[in-house]
């Protein structure tokens, strides 16, 4: 690919960055409040307008509900374009209920699966008030003990109240089916794996795709060949990109390990119609910055992608061909090892945006500005409320 190519191809892609990332968040132990961390969905969606103007490349911005619920959504996405965004993704909250002890979709009562139900029709609704045409969901049903409930029944329960989920979109709306192995539930989750996301999108439909959060997997999942194979079956509907050292650490994308980022870009790189993928931030900071760590890292991804269409994908086929190992390997780190930072500036200056948007962001007063202007929240913490 020539560099006029690679530069058209990096333009075309567009990170969606959370309203949850926005605000403060921490751990089971603390939260630290942030000075003028974002409070509410306005602040929440200003935050994600700065990320915007800096970057060029983050137009969307996802919504929680009820986190960010409003009474007129008409209103809230004025409000996002006149800080140069439009909604994006709608995630419907259903694990912040004490009805959802024992599941949301999943739970043994039929009534309060009813309710989780209205909870995501609802979104579809929202979804459809806010021009979005996808509704995200991740579940955190599942069972901590052994016994404590029937795991073909909840699958059927699953597959049962989806059905219906599904039967509600409207044309061109997509649901995104979130897997987790583990967390909040600790012995099963309902939809535990990629597999099962897979296998129920299947059999859902074609407005169905599985989202890989790339922090959801057991250590060492070589998450490239999930994303290689659900490519290849047409199920892969977008990620939720954050980076992981041993849990769902949801810390900085690409901050660990840059190189499986780029291993997961090449595959996108490779594949023919990209655009079609929804490519998502999922990240909670617990002792940094928000807008800052967003920032850094939609940088990073942008960084991983010009990397991954840079491999010599021609050389590539060939070691492959002649069983050449390591000569096959040596392309992938020739591409890996490239600084493409010129590249970025290029880019950047196509986009008018900063060369480095960390440093302009550092530089531009915001931080000072909302932290004076906001203050700093008190947290409870989960073990002193
Ligand atoms: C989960 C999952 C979801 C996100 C929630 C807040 O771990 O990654 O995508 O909506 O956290
Ligand atoms: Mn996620
Ligand atoms: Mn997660």
Known sequence: ????????????????????????????????????????????????????????????????????????????????????????????????????RLGSLCHPDAAIRARALDECRECVAIAEQVGSTIVSLWLADGTNYPGQDNLRARHERLTASLEELYRSLPDGMRLLVEYKFFEPAFYSTDLPDWGTAALLCRQLGPQAQVLVDTGHHPLGTNVEQIVAVLLAQGLLGGFHFNNRKYADDDLIVGSVDPFELFRIMCEIAWTPEPERIAFMIDQSHNVEGKIDAMIQSVMNIQTAYAKALLVDTERLADAQRDGDVLGAHRVLLAAFETDVRPLLAQLRGGLGVPEDPVAAFRESGYAEEIARERGTASVQSAYES
Do not use: K
């Not at 959504?73 to 996002?80: D, E, M, N, P, R």
């Not at 006149?82 to 004490?98: M, S, T």
């Open 1 to 100: 690919m020539d560099e006029r190519e690679v530069l058209e191809r990096l333009r075309r892609l567009e990170i969606e960055t959370p309203s949850w990332g926005y605000g403060n968040s921490g751990t089971r132990f603390h939260v630290f409040p942030w000075p003028g961390a974002a409070r509410t969905v306005e602040e929440r969606i200003a935050d994600a307008g700065v990320v915007q103007r800096l970057t060029g490349c983050c137009p969307s911005v996802a919504l929680h509900i009820p986190w960010d619920a409003v009474d007129d959504y008409g209103v809230l996405t004025a409000h996002a374009a006149d800080h140069g965004l439009r909604i994006g993704a709608i995630n419907p909250n259903l694990f912040g209920d004490d009805e959802y």
